[in-house]
């Protein structure tokens, strides 16, 4: 057997699913693209990040198969715990995955289990702030600081007369 060489110096390291182990992960939603399985059967495959510990830099890839009702509804929920408004026409869902993937900067938290087939599931446990968004405002900011540090005046109290 030969292996054609400028193929082999050619071809770049990738993985056809997730490359970690089971496990929760803190992770960046990089990617959604809609595909077609090997069986040509219309999926959504979302390409995630793993942003921190022994796995940093390994992408999780979650597919949703989109061949029946049934995977649709999946599809959709999945859609609403990551904030994503699907479209009502299907021709324009790869559109509005670009556009919402490019404005998501939230972390994603995202658990591995490896089924007894060798098959991984991958779940989306919730989204959370990234540090970028829980920052104020630069407008915001001094006024802010203001306010923080204002020392919190108390009512004086009345004299009362003790009566024995």
């Known amino acids: 057997m030969a292996i054609d060489k400028d193929l082999w110096a050619g071809a770049a390291p990738k993985s056809g ?3 970690v182990d ?7 939603l990089t990617e959604m693209a809609l595909t077609q399985s090997k069986n040509d059967n219309d ?3 979302t390409t995630f990040i793993v942003a921190d510990g022994n796995y940093e830099g390994k992408d999780i890839k979650k597919h949703n ?5 049934q995977n649709i509804a999946y599809f959709k929920g999945y ?5 994503f408004e699907y479209p009502d026409d299907p021709d324009d869902l790869q559109e509005a995955m ?7 900067h939230s972390i994603v938290r995202v658990k591995v289990k490896t089924k007894a087939d060798g098959n991984q599931n991958v779940y989306v446990n919730g989204i959370e702030p990234s ?9 915001e900011a001094p006024i ?21």
């Open 98 to 104: 670009n556009t919402f993937v490019s404005a998501f």
């Open 131 to 139: 540090n970028a968004d829980e920052l104020p405002a630069e407008e």
């Open 65 to 69: 198969m989109l061949m029946s009702e």
């Open 144 to 164: 802010a600081a203001v306010a923080k540090s204002k020392p919190v005046s108390k009512p004086a109290k009345k004299a009362v007369s003790a009566r024995r």
């Open 79 to 83: 859609c609403e715990v990551i904030g």
């Open 22 to 28: 089971d496990g929760d992960y803190t992770c960046n």
């Open 17 to 19: 699913s997730s490359s």
């Open 43 to 45: 999926m959504v495959v």
